[in-house]
């Protein structure tokens, strides 16, 4: 054989795969260094804009349900009477009071249903809370009246013409029948946006009075947002469905004076770039705003710089549906992580080179004794036997270079008495084959005589079987089965018919073999002794059966047992004992009724005494019906997929084939039985005893003393 032409050097095959290793270590650390960074990074962006917009979901709810709360006061101070809508006065006094006592709120108002309105608010440049007031005695028109420090109203300060009851809000109000929301609206006088909390008032038969208020400035969500712990340039902002924004983190406002008039921006319009790209990229990925359903969050390029963006969407119980937004630029996470992984970079190259410089170093420390082992050993297959390796202060390598020095000494003295010694070991093979062959031999003499023995019983056990004359009885149609899995198997099968008394028999050894055989012999045979001395009664029957072969097994020193089921059949009648597999008794249609046995005795020769366990039932077969016995090698065969025939597939081909012949049926479950098992290795004996009810017959012939059953 020749040698490979690809060699290495033990110094080069030690140097290179460290080096390489060192290499990959490096790498593999620079990148999971760069992997991890960028896994914490995102994980510290979700956890950063999953709590912005956490709070700024609380905020919202706790902010927006102020005006629903100053409405529920005033509804319940008008319901128990604390405050009459028709008093002007008290009503105007109270809402100015309760204006500045809630900061947030811009307007608090009463709408009656007749078109007369009182409010207070804060919307008049220069005077502080004011209030307005629509009725007969300001001429049907709004009067706006000027406030002093103690509530007294003064000087007019403005009229002018609305019509209340005619605006959107007291219009959703009436037709919602309970508290619900304005649409967003601006005020133009001091350039904010509002909005509206607004509940009808009902008397008490359910007449609609009017309509209360409560104004709720959105500035102060805006105030919120700045003050939110984002990142230095993320954002987060509040927007309704339809993209305009309610208030915003950035420093450009959500709304702005233009000639006059209040104008709110939209997200897509916006004079911030991040918020505005943030918008159009959800609009491009949700075709609209409305399909925004669920919290999530996104990954986004932003004119190629990745983004972080958490939607949120937020409603209340009164209609509000809008988007809490939060955006987050990767860039405001990554500076110090790549600062970071420069230097481990850094730092893991200084540690590759380190490590080169010592992988040879070491290599060439290792190497050495190496290839003075090496030499030696060239020099001793060249015939020189005579070698001594020096020591070194590698623990392992002295101990190799100890062990070939031995091995020198050993292979100088074995050459010197390798003949005696192949003289000898060549005796002792000679006499440890003969040995072999001797018990061989022996062997072969035992494997005969017990081959021999097995087969005089396995003849005896076929020669006991019921003959085909002896099962051709009148007024039964029978069929038998038996098939060993060994060659001597522990199933048991009889049909004696003594008297008009159809006794039929059948039992399963434990284990396969001689003793089974045996067994199986001695029970035949005890069971046709009884049946000869006329032995009737069930559980003397059994009793002196299991006696009989309890006492034979001890004497065998055997730990063997069977189940074993009697039935005696005679004028139609049958009586089942002992325990064994389920008695089917088929009925003239096919029906089949599984016959449990277990508590009808105990397997025969376990114990010296069990009369006390025995019992037995007896059953009426009309013509037609019948008997199916079987034992445990049916149902427990398995196919290659380890699945069991199972009892139930068994009833099922009885069942389908009961019109036929005894012969007929046996036939069709060994048929069905063989096609499941197919390729197979069968475990178990396979035995089956089908009796079929044809006729009258046996009964007529029988001695008036037979109708006892056992």
Known sequence: MKNSSLKFRLHTALVVPFILQIVAAVGLVGYLSLRNGQHAVTELANQLMTEVSNQTDQQLNDYLSIPHRINQINIDAIETGLLNIENFDLTGSYFWKQVQAFNNVGYISNTLADGRFIGAGKYFPGEGVIIDELSARTNVKVATYAVNKQGERGKVLRFWTDDFVASSWYIEAAKAGKSTWSSVYSVDEINFISLAAVRPIYAKNGKLLGVTGVDLQLSNITNFLRHLNVSSSGRVFVMERDGQLIANSSSQPSFAKVNGKTQRFNALN?????????????????????????????????????????????????????????????????????????????????????????????????????????????????????????????????????????????????????????????????TANHEIITLNERLKEDNLRMGAELDIVRQMQQMILPNPEELEIEGLDIAGYMEAADEVGGDYYDVLNTDGVVTLGIGDVTGHGLESGILMLMAQTAVRTLKEIRETDPVRFLDALNRTLYKNVQRMNSEKSLTLAILNYSEGWVSISGQHEETLIVRNGGQVERMDTMDLGLPIALHDDIAEFISHISIELQLGDGIVLYTDGIPEAKDINKKQYGVEQMCEVISQNWHLSAQEIKQAVIDDLRGHIGTQKVFDDITLLVVKRTQLGVEKNSQPQAATLV
Do not use: C
Not at 402 to 425: G, H, I, P, W, Y
């Open 270 to 430: 916006i004079n911030d770039p991040l918020i505005q790209r943030t918008a159009q990229t959800l609009k491009n990925r949700f075709s609209n705003f409305q399909r925004i359903t669920k919290r999530q969050t996104l990954n986004f390029q932003i004119q190629g710089q990745p983004h972080f963006v958490r939607v949120h969407p937020w409603h209340d119980q009164f209609g509000l549906n809008w988007l809490i937004v939060t955006v987050v630029p990767e860039s405001d996470f990554m500076g110090q992580i790549n600062a970071n992984t420069r230097t481990t970079i850094g730092l893991s190259l200084v540690a590759l080179m380190m490590a080169v410089l010592i992988g040879i170093l070491t290599a060439g420390w290792i190497t050495r004794p190496i290839e003075r082992i090496t030499q030696a050993s060239e020099d001793m297959a060249d015939g020189n036997l005579k070698q001594y390796v020096k020591h070194t202060r590698l623990v392992e390598l002295d101990k190799l270079g100890n062990s070939f020095n031995r091995m020198a000494d050993q292979l100088k003295e074995l050459f010197e008495t390798l003949e005696d010694k192949v003289k000898q070991r060549t005796a002792e093979l000679a």
